[in-house]
T-cell receptor, first 114, second 114 residues
Framework: DAGVTQSPTHLIKTRGQQVTLRCSPK?????VSWYQQALGQGPQFIFQ???????QRGNFPDRFSGHQFPNYSSELNVNALLLGDSALYLC?????????????FGQGTRLTVV | AQSVSQHNHHVILSEAASLELGCNYS??????LFWYVQYPGQHLQLLLK??????LVKGIKGFEAEFIKSKFSFNLRKPSVQWSDTAEYFC????????????FGTGTRLLVSP
């Protein structure tokens, strides 16, 4: 049973560039959420995708955008990268995205902006 | 807005010692509560969850947590830790309305010495 997979595992980008991170949810899951985990902090909610639509968003600027495909996989895009965007980006999948369900996390993509 | 406080940022214990990690949240409504663990180099894994019912919940690997509604607390306990429990522990909460949006604490880094 494939868990949540994310790619790439590590990425180095220059300030001002754009980046795309990818996530495949756990088999049978239809909801994908993205989190940013800065060093020494807990994960912070970026947004959630369900039925190919963004249905909830955290306190992140519009530079952060996403997409969900018909097969439920998802992408996170970050434009005009800042040094402060350096973090571990986590993808979590669940079924239906309801609050009383378990979210399964991937290993994350470590993004370094230089 | 919801928030989660984890009082202990670093904890060092010897094997066989008892563990209690504090977690307090702020939110006036009904919540779902979670403890996640992140072992070195691995993804976030669910230790245990509380949705409703018995406030004493048991999770994997001998962990348990007690939900005390009047104190807005969900402390994690283990009677006897092992070296393999060395990891970072995150408490998380989401409101039991709308969509799943986990709010995490800053984490507690536990080191168990053999």
């Amino acid at each position: 049973d494939a868990g949540v997979t994310q790619s790439p595992t590590h990425l180095i980008k220059t300030r001002g560039q754009q980046v795309t991170l990818r996530c495949s949810p756990k088999s049978g899951h239809d909801t994908v959420s993205w989190y940013q985990q800065a060093l020494g902090q807990g994960p912070q909610f970026i947004f959630q995708y369900y039925e190919e639509e963004e249905r909830q968003r955290g306190n992140f600027p519009d530079r952060f955008s996403g997409h969900q495909f018909p097969n439920y996989s998802s992408e996170l895009n970050v434009n005009a990268l800042l040094l402060g965007d350096s973090a571990l980006y986590l993808c979590a999948s669940s079924l239906g995205g309801r609050p009383n369900t378990e979210a399964f996390f991937g290993q994350g993509t470590r993004l370094t902006v230089v | 807005a919801q928030s989660v406080s984890q009082h202990n940022h670093h904890v060092i214990l010897s094997e066989a010692a008892s563990l209690e990690l504090g977690c307090n949240y702020s939110y006036g409504g009904t919540v779902n509560l979670f403890w996640y663990v992140q072992y070195p180099g691995q993804h976030l894994q669910l230790l245990l969850k509380y949705f409703s019912g018995d406030p004493l919940v048991k999770g994997i690997k001998g962990f348990e947590a007690e939900f005390i509604k009047s104190k807005f607390s969900f402390n994690l306990r283990k009677p006897s830790v092992q070296w393999s429990d060395t990891a970072e522990y995150f408490c998380a909460v989401n409101a039991n309305t709308g969509f799943q949006k986990l709010v995490f604490g800053t984490g507690t880094r536990l080191l168990v010495s053999p």
